[in-house]
């Protein structure tokens, strides 16, 4: 098996309600994030290539559109802006572009913060209604 892995970077604005630390989350601030999704299988016997970088792109790139310098509370189907949120919103959003993608890691890298968001290998993956464990026996 290979991983592929691709990155994208975003600014976005949000709010969050907090318990600790919270007097500053409540206010509009933001963040540089980064995203990335990786993918898992065997590479293409002819391209030698699990999947086009070109392809990763645009599937990257629609998904950034989506964020990037934008206000995420208004952002329909996140939910409230956690990384936790982030990291599965940009997974459900590429699942049905990139076969094999097995996570998303969402991370602010002047923080130190990130969260991997990963679906259980027996539910159905987006789109789909293959379990990833199915995906993944046929990739194999």
């Known amino acids: 098996m290979h991983e592929l892995s691709r990155s994208f970077i975003f600014e976005a604005a949000h709010t969050l309600q907090r318990d600790i630390q919270a007097e500053g989350s409540r206010r ?23 999947l086009d970088l070109g392809h990763f792109d645009q599937a990257l790139g629609r998904i950034r559109e989506r ?6 509370d208004e952002v329909p189907g996140l939910g409230p802006a956690t990384l936790e949120n982030l990291s599965r919103f940009i ?21 130190g913060d990130s969260c991997c968001y990963w679906p259980d290998p027996a539910s159905p993956a987006p789109g789909t209604g293959a379990s990833l464990l199915e995906q993944w026996s046929q990739l194999a």
């Open 28 to 50: 509009i601030h933001g963040h540089s994030y980064r995203a990335t999704a990786t993918l898992a299988g065997q590479p293409d016997p002819v391209s030698g290539m699990l």
């Open 67 to 72: 964020l990037d310098h934008h206000f995420l």
């Open 91 to 111: 997974y459900a959003a590429l699942a049905p572009e990139l076969p094999g993608l097995v996570r998303v890691t969402v991370s602010r890298d002047l923080s």
